[in-house]
């Protein structure tokens, strides 16, 4: 059974980089053919898929935040990371880091983290 668990700060000030670990056990993060996403759903809204990086390690990113946005792993941990960076309030939701066949998610069709809140405030 594959786990998902997100970690980090529940509360980052403006202008800083949010950093987000996800842990997963139960499998590999390099096995063939799944990607590992970073997904977030701001208060009221939608979810809105961030990036991801595949089972052999390259990246992907939503057009609207690559600017942003940087998905890394370490492989000995299982583990991969979030970094976005120059946050605003309107960085603030639910992050939630998944496991899908497809590399943009939006559905809950796999397996997923619980979800972390993260706030951006002063």
């Known amino acids: 059974q594959v786990q998902l668990q997100e970690s980090g700060p529940g509360l980052v000030k403006p202008s800083q980089t949010l950093s987000l670990t996800c842990t997963v056990s139960g499998g590999s993060i390099t096995t063939n053919y799944y990607y590992w996403s970073w997904i977030r759903q701001p208060p009221g809204k939608g979810l809105e898929w961030m990036g991801a990086i595949a089972y052999s390690g390259s990246t992907y990113y939503s057009p609207s935040l690559k600017s942003r946005t940087s998905i890394s792993r370490d492989t000995s941990k299982n583990q991969f990371t979030l970094q976005l960076s120059s946050v605003t309030p309107e960085d603030t939701a639910v992050y939630y880091c998944?496991?899908?066949?497809?590399?943009?998610?939006?559905?809950?069709?796999?397996?997923w983290g619980q979800g972390t809140q993260v706030t951006v405030s002063s």
């Open positions: 998944a496991r899908d066949l497809k590399v943009v998610v939006t559905t809950k069709d796999d397996y």
